[in-house]
């Protein structure tokens, strides 16, 4: 695909309205895929919720040892399952109250992962509204990366010299997510604006409060430290890891586009197949073009929604792209060594 921006910074030429995509949302509300889960998601929180205090309990027994950085790593694991119900919560595909789906958010954000949820919740629903575009969607604004070739022809500082190096520099870079995710939550507490500012800075507080004493109270002070380390760079590898595959390396924009919602949503998602443990380990995620064609969708279902989505995308001729989860990673790699030509480049003249 190559409706990147560098190379078509405008949308091809007017696709049809979107009718198409209310003919989709027929098919899938007559497939009935739209309905509530609560005994799945009952049953979800349930279990993630025991084997979180289970391994924080299991922490505290271990004691002071350097074995605890195995316990470091597989908190980190569950760290993201919990993430990935608070964003569950966020889409309202588990409550259907605005109000209630915030207020667990706090506790699957805020208190257990130290990550704020409604600077989280403000991001992820400006990107779900503008998938890759430069100008709207946060998650492709221009920084440490650059996300096209126009973006690295603008480059400035730092960020020239890592994006000539950003395809081999992703997957470390990643290993600092877990800190940036939790520096980020802080920020937003810090200044006015925040919408329940007050509770969220509550919870992150006690967050903060609980784990620190956890870790220096059972470990000594260098074992502590080390476990910090391990535990966030671990979160953050599985974190963008997890949220890489469905976007990067697809088509990226820039001004106004004149795609429909269907196309807009499908021509810059990726889905990754697999098996159980694959949507297991991708919770759900690895369905992205379902996900955002369905946001309220709870997760259970997209796997159900995808053999519809594709045979209808294929009758519409909508590329509907899909592969592997090693394919993914190598796509979206690819795609950041290419546009981080112009900067190697400039680098020899």
Known sequence: MTLIADQAPQA???????????????????AGLMARRPAYYVIRFSLM?????????????????????????FMALVSTQVAFLGHDLAHRQVIRSRATSERLGWFTGNLANGMGYGWWN???????????HEELDPDVSPGLFSW??????????????????????????????????NWSGIKSVIKPGLKNRGWEALFLAVHWAAYLAALFIVLSPGKAIV???????????????VFAPNHKGMPTFVGETELDFLRKQVLTSRNVKGGWFTN????GLNYQIEHHLF???????????????EEFCDEKGIPYHATGLIQSWREALTELHAHGEPLRNAAKA
């Open 49 to 73: 919720s025991a084997v979180f205090v289970g391994g924080w309990a299991a922490f505290a027994l271990i004691g002071d040892t350097w074995f605890q950085m195995f316990t470091a790593v």
């Open 295 to 309: 946001p309220a969708m709870p997760s259970i279902n997209l796997a159900k929604a995808q053999p519809i989505v």
């Open 227 to 241: 476990f910090f380390l391990v535990h966030k760079a671990v979160w953050g590898l599985y974190m963008g890891s």
């Open 148 to 181: 096209s070739k126009r973006q690295a022809g603008f480059a400035q500082g730092f960020s020239r010299f890592f994006g000539k190096y950003q395809a081999e520099l992703f997957f470390p870079i990643l290993l600092l997510e877990g800190i940036n995710l």
């Open 280 to 283: 297991f380990a991708l919770g």
């Open 12 to 30: 091809p030429e007017k696709p049809r309205t979107g009718s198409d995509f209310a003919e989709l949302g027929r098919r899938i509300n007559e």
């Open 122 to 132: 403000d991001k992820h629903n400006r990107h779900h509204a503008n998938p890759n």
